[in-house]
């Protein structure tokens, strides 16, 4: 009898280049399976087929005989894979040929390449759920729900979300254009990233003196192969050094492996209470148990973010259950389980076994996890990379134009005013900015001037610094 073991896997089938470790196997439930004499995996008390599949056999013994030109017999069973799983509707739920397979086993073995971004299906359209950190994605100012219209003009309409994620990937140094929409912006905009090698490392962490007590910052990118093993030494270090308070920070977490969340979520959860719920078609539900005696004696708290997702948000409700503070905003809302079964031939499908709950029986797909303290970023956190046809200037208006203010305050250059009117005062902040960076001083924003806004304000972003989530979540934590 061969076991195979369930992953919990995140929004994607892979992460774009399949950065981090999201595809790999873990978890403390087995699904019995058995091989049969030809090598493929079939689950036992397989279902039997209905009458009606004869139809699909003699649809497929038409176009064999009759269809106007020779079709391959692996593109047919291969297009009826795909119809069924399209049929189910659930954007986690996919099939990966051969070809995908073998790509996919090659990143996970080596490095990983590509643009570091974890993306998903949402109502049909292609949407990044979180860019991964210090990745060319979060370099260039992808944001979770941004969608992805077309890879270097080819449209992904239409596209599941594996044969998206093959356009989107590639080798290091090659670069790809995007097409993107976002949200809070009318224009479809386009960016330009080269693929690099994206960071494996997952845990970091700090000490920070809060209301003079050693407070500990622990960030957690993804839950791979090694997250959990490297979050219980950075942990051990923190307390080893007198910590007394921690701060768990999973915004941009896109998720990762059942198994690391599990084992990190031991560390906190007591014995008397499930961290998690687990519940199959049937609604028969397995609860999980920690062995920890008692909860830590120093405070706690979980930021997340809307980029918060899959193994982020069991750890965020299981800590918000036991009663510690949530600060940020809602989570993505991704509560399911998927299982990848080998067909045999290389290929697999990814398919949907479980709902995961909360540890009071929570179900929170497609709503996401409720900050007990909510908190938003700064406007010009969402700032859009800035488009420019020709050079914004004096005495002209428009979504652009605001834009460029709240960049521009967002760097300490006081423009007066954010409606969009670029009147003298946002002149005069641009010449100033010109000035300070070596440019021209024209007073008008034109590629270049927007190019350097932008570095600045990501630059200014990625130091933490006006963070107001994590400034919030220092100054409750010891409340």
Sequence with gaps: MKKVRITFWTLAILLIGFAGGIYLFGSNSNVQQQSNSS??????????????????IQTYNLIKENYVETVEDQQLIEGAIQGMLTSL????????????????????ESSFEGIGA????????????????????????????????????????????????????????????LEIIRPSASDVMEIKLKRDTIPIETVYSKMKKVNNKKTGIIEITNFSERTAEEFAEQLMNLENDGMEGLIIDVRGNPGGLLDSVEEIVGHFVPEDIPYIQIENREGQKE???????????????????????????????????????????????????????????GSTVKL??????????NWIHEEGVEPTVKVEQPDYYFSNPVQIKKPLSYDRA?????????????????????????????QKAVKKFQKDHDLKETGKVDKQTAGVIEAALIKKIRSGEDDQQLEEALENLYK
């Design 352 to 361: 949907t076994f479980f709902k995961w709950l909360s540890p009071k029986g």
């Design 89 to 108: 509707e659930d954007p986690y739920s996919s099939y990966m040929d051969i070809e995908t397979m073998e790509q996919f086993s090659e990143q996970i």
């Design 398 to 426: 428009g979504a652009e134009i605001k834009n460029v203010q709240q960049m521009l305050i967002g760097i300490g250059y006081n423009t007066e005013r954010d409606d969009g009117y670029f009147d003298k005062s946002t």
């Design 287 to 345: 609860e999980r148990y920690t062995d920890l005696k008692e909860k830590k004696k120093y405070p706690i708290e979980v930021i997340i973010d809307e980029g918060s997702a899959s193994a982020s948000e069991i750890l965020a409700v299981a800590l918000k259950e036991i009663g510690y503070d949530i600060v940020g905003t809602n989570s993505f809302g991704k509560g399911t389980v998927q299982n990848a079964v080998p067909l045999g031939d």
């Design 39 to 56: 090598g493929s995996i079939m689950m036992e008390q397989a279902v039997e087929p209905p009458e009606k599949i004869k139809k699909v």
């Design 118 to 177: 974890e993306v998903s299906i949402v109502n049909g359209n292609v949407t990044i759920v979180a860019p991964i950190k210090n990745s060319p994605a979060e370099k260039a100012g992808l944001r979770p729900n941004d969608q992805v219209l077309s890879v270097d003009g080819e449209s992904l309409e239409g596209l599941d979300l594996t044969e998206a994620v093959s356009k989107i990937r590639g080798e290091k140094g090659s670069e790809v254009v």
